[in-house]
């Protein structure tokens, strides 16, 4: 493929490319509220393995969706308890990431062939264009080789994924720290990553 086209805005014009490029397999790069994102169509398999493939990233390691409401969360997670609810309307839009059981249509590929998934609405002005856009959740991670530091700025990582991506959209320099992770079992929160979100916060 040709080096990935790079804008710096997102008007309908790059909004219908990025459409376009999601429907075909394809990936794209955008900023969040955390670290910019590497992603994908969540339903279709062979975007994913292009994802795991474009980091180098092992299959034994799930990857999370990003989305921007509650209705396109429930296209990929079983069930929002009452807690789960309290959670999401405190804290979505952020720098929070639930783990949910997922839905069984959701592909294994994508959760490690765990019965969970990931699922977070950043805000971020750019990246919430794009996913309100797009009528799936997008599969997303860190724009990184696996093992090495996230991306805050295209500078960053624009040489190792250019030619693995059909489109960047440059939103300046991120934070440098992921969303935190959490998991909620009997009314407790269990933390699987600390991140932006400070827990004490939500304890």
Do not use: H, W
Not at 24 to 40: E, K, M, S
Not at 123 to 140: D, F, G, R, S, V
Request: proline share 3%.
């Amino acid at each position: 493929m040709s080096s990935a086209r790079v804008y710096n805005y997102i008007d309908e014009q790059v909004l219908d490319e990025i459409i376009d490029v999601l429907n075909n397999d394809g990936l794209i790069i955008f900023p969040t509220d955390t670290v910019y994102g590497i992603a994908c169509n969540s339903f279709s398999d062979k975007a994913i393995k292009k994802l795991y493939e474009a980091k180098n990233r092992s299959f034994d390691k799930p990857i999370g969706v990003l989305t921007d409401s509650i209705s396109k969360i429930k296209l990929v997670v079983d069930e929002i308890n009452s807690y789960e609810k309290k959670l999401i309307d405190k804290y979505f839009p952020g720098e929070l990431t639930i783990v949910f059981n997922k839905k069984d249509i959701v592909s294994d590929i994508l959760t490690s062939n765990k019965k969970t998934i990931g699922v977070r609405i950043p805000n971020n002005e750019t990246a919430l264009k794009i996913l309100k856009a797009y009528p799936y959740p997008l599969a997303t991670t860190s724009v990184n080789l696996s093992g090495c530091k996230e991306g805050t700025k295209v500078e960053d990582f624009i040489n190792e994924f250019k030619n693995k991506v059909y489109i960047i959209i440059d939103g300046g320099k991120s934070k440098d720290i992921p969303s935190t992770i959490i998991r909620v079992e009997n009314n407790k929160i269990n933390i699987i990553r600390n991140g932006t979100l400070k827990i004490k916060e939500l304890l």
